[in-house]
């Protein structure tokens, strides 16, 4: 089982005297840089363009390019989209960091599938928040946590895993508690994790939809039952909050029992061969390097699948559905479970 770190295993002294470079300033770049400026961290901010510059003054911060941030940080967290890291960090922040620094990324993406290389002498570190960027300031205000995942990729100082708790503190994550992993286990089992869950969920919306449209359902109707009133928001609340299969008393009788009817019915139908491609292909690096050509062919394949999925009568019927329920669909409800 994993180590999970709390609050009392962070100390922010190992960042007194030290200043953290948050490098970014999107999702993830101001909520982390406010919080840990709120922590008492000295922070210093850095964008590669003026998007920011206003925010950044508006919140206190003084703008600097990637290069002057990175140059003032003892610890650099690298907020900064996976796919231009490669790209970015051997231009404008490698070369200007600090002989001892410590690199934090918030996924391990680029340094597993070794997209950048580190200079030797800084630690590398993973602290990746279980959260929307918005969601860790807005636990942090609210005096909450949130999880995350940490990691120690090379520990070149000595002290690489007491500042990845510390930054970890420092933004409020170990309030929920901070789970010890590699960089390895938190990007197989993100990506497959949004491979998996979130194409099933697509696969299984579409192709429901497909079924009850050809046997003649009406499609508002259907769509308004598999996705579009918003009880399936409640249905998923009540699996955290209760669990999978506790939760299920809150349906009725008919719909628990066919419920585990079919899912027992699915679990017979023996293993699922994509699974075990999609592990296999992650680790050995196949989809790493599907989408490092995807990228580099200006990213074709992906306008065509949007184009192909937007084009689908679910996406039409969906946003007919939207936008009648607009206001009820506002605060996070549709509809009471059935
Ligand atoms: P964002 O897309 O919000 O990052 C935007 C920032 O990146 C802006 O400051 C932008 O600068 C800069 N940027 C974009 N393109 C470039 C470029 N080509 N060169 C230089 N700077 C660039 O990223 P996120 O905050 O979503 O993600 C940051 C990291 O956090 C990633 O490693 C991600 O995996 C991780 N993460 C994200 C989560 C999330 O919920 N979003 C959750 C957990 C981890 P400009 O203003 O100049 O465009």
Not at 33 to 54: C, E, M
Not at 131 to 144: A, E, I, N, T
Not at 228 to 233: A, N, Q
């Amino acid at each position: 089982m994993a180590r999970i770190f709390e609050e009392r295993d962070g100390d922010l002294s190992t960042l007194e005297g030290r200043t953290v470079a948050v490098l970014g300033y999107g999702n993830q770049g101001r909520s982390q840089a406010l919080n840990l400026r709120d922590s008492g961290v000295a922070v210093v901010v850095g964008n590669r363009s003026d998007r920011f510059r206003d925010d950044m003054r508006e919140d206190g911060f003084e703008p600097h390019t990637l290069s002057e941030a990175t140059a003032l940080g003892d610890v650099v967290m690298v907020l900064l989209p996976d796919e231009i890291h490669h790209e970015v960090l051997p231009r404008d922040v490698f070369g200007f960091l600090k002989p001892e620094a410590t690199v934090v990324f918030a996924h391990g993406y680029s340094v597993h599938f070794r997209e950048v290389e580190v200079p030797e002498g800084c630690d590398i570190c993973l602290v990746a928040p279980k959260m929307v960027g918005l969601g860790v300031r807005d636990l942090f205000l609210k005096g909450r946590g949130f999880p995350s995942l940490v990691a120690v990729h090379r520990d070149a100082t000595g002290r690489a895993w007491p500042t990845a708790l510390a930054v970890a503190k420092g933004i409020g994550s170990l309030r929920a508690g901070a789970w010890e992993t590699t960089f390895e286990e938190e990007t197989i089992t993100d990506l497959f994790g949004e491979q998996v869950g979130g194409s099933g969920a697509i696969v299984g919306l579409f192709r429901s939809f497909e079924t009850l449209v050809a046997a003649g359902y009406d499609p508002d109707v259907v769509e308004l039952e598999l996705l579009g009133s918003g009880e399936l928001v409640e249905v998923i609340r009540a699996q955290l909050r209760h669990g999978v299969i506790e939760s299920l008393s809150v349906h009725s009788p008919t719909s628990h029992f066919g419920q585990l009817h079919r899912a027992q019915e699915l679990l017979d139908g023996g293993g699922d061969d994509r699974l075990g491609r999609i592990i296999r292909e992650l680790q050995d690096g196949t989809f790493a390097e599907l989408w490092r050509r995807e990228r580099a062919d200006g990213y074709r394949r992906m306008r065509e699948l949007q184009r192909r999925f937007t084009d689908h009568e679910f996406v039409r019927t969906q946003a007919r559905n939207r936008k009648r329920l607009r206001e009820s669909l506002e605060d996070g409800t549709g509809g009471p479970p059935s």
